[in-house]
DNA sequence: CTTCTCTAGGTACGGCGTACGTAGAAGTGC
DNA sequence: GCACTTCTACGTACGCCGTACCTAGAGAAG
């Protein structure tokens, strides 16, 4: 990082007189941090993720309010708001702060598909010790930098099937909106017995009722309720299938 | 539909003295919509959830709130808890009601990859007319009457494959993952270009400094942005491709 | 007819995101 | 050194949210 300053922004040239900012940008990571101007900070944007996430972790996503934030740094509520100026920064902050808990190889091993399952593996470690996370990993592009680091990693470990890069970065999509989903599916699972048994009940007597035919079927043939971790291994295996065949 | 009565839930015998809801469904569709006795109710269901679907279409999902939909009814706003007893339970009914929207044929046509294509396009008809719906797929299982109908076709589509039931709906998962994501990414690309052209700033940048090089070779490689469309049939190509694939 | 259940709807509570204003600390330019 | 500028901290307040709880009254069941 050679310049502290956003690129000169060429495009506006920005009257002298105006002390005003000249318009903040939407973007948290083209913020900076830190103008060096007034006092010293108490907080940094490392902490405050931290503690979002230790809120998250505990208590769910939802439980991850500016106060409750605050109130875990020991700061006002409305302070949070220099270094987030939306709650919406605060979920960038929390999905680039799990991003840096990625442990990446420095180099690929050469060995496509070993490198994505492998990937694989990682990612769903990741989204269990934070369950909150696949639902953020959906909704948001992630674009900071552990972002990046991921994105460039995935970028290298796909880099010898000699597909363009729009079309790995396709791929990165869909490789990780498998691992969400399935994520997901797993907390569901884990969430609440009666409510699973609610469910198992409506949905056999719904299949019973004769109006689904095919999910009949498929529930009859069904064998015992099969391993989650099976499930994983066997899916995750057609999607790097899909990633390293030859786009038509 | 034979019987009015949920199975009759033989685990509780349930004290004849106790007049109290022998405790009420969690799952909205285990409740009636109507019981026979009292007044008879201003609202449906459906119409509830159309209301609540045109204000969605209109201003987003985060414009559904109860007071609104209810004053889109005529109605007073705690008067909606007769219908729906919580606000998820709404999220349930707008999605049932715009899988009602599928046009499905009455039979595969027997080409698995013909019909699995022409599924994932009507799906993407409609969550283009439904920019919320996307999000709703994703975090919820999707169990209503309709979503059960839209399940049963993907299993008819796919069982040409001879797969278990089990593979064909983690498959379905799949399937759906993919396009509610592209979906997704669609609308976030048509959302501003401000905020599009800060991002394809930041992005350039970030690939400059030289801390992501594959990103970097990614960028400078890349040609014309990619038509949306034509990353949509390629990516669709693969996905169904594992979709075919034989499990290991 | 009596009784009991259901519906409509108002009021109120606690929590949310955040606009705005004030007070004071820490750098900058003369 | 000093005024000026710019930043931080934080309290107050507003409008919205989901929804618990309560009162009336409609209408089927007995």
Redesign the interface.
Known sequence: ?PSSK??SSSASPEQPGRPVAPEA???I??RPERTGRGPKPAHSRDSIAAAAITIADAEGLDAVSMRRVAAALGAGTMSLYNYVPKKEHLLDLMLDAACGEYRLPAEPSGDVRADLTGLAHEQLTIFRRHPWLP?LV??R?G?G?NA??Y???F??VT?PTGQ????????M??FN??I??FA??EQ?AAAGA??QA??V???T??AM?G?????A???A???PP?DPDQ?FE??L???V???L?P??
């Open positions: 990082m956003p690129p940008p939407e973007l990571w083209l639902g959906i909704a592009p674009i930098p990046l680091r994105t460039d990693h970028l290298a880099a363009p890069g729009g079309t790995r970065m396709e791929a999509a869909m909106g498998f969400c989903q997901q599916y569901s009666k409510w609610e469910m009940g409506y949905l007597q719904a009722s109006a689904y035919p095919h999910l079927r498929a529930f043939t069904a064998g099969a499930a066997r899916t295996d057609r999607v299938l899909a990633i065949a786009t038509r």
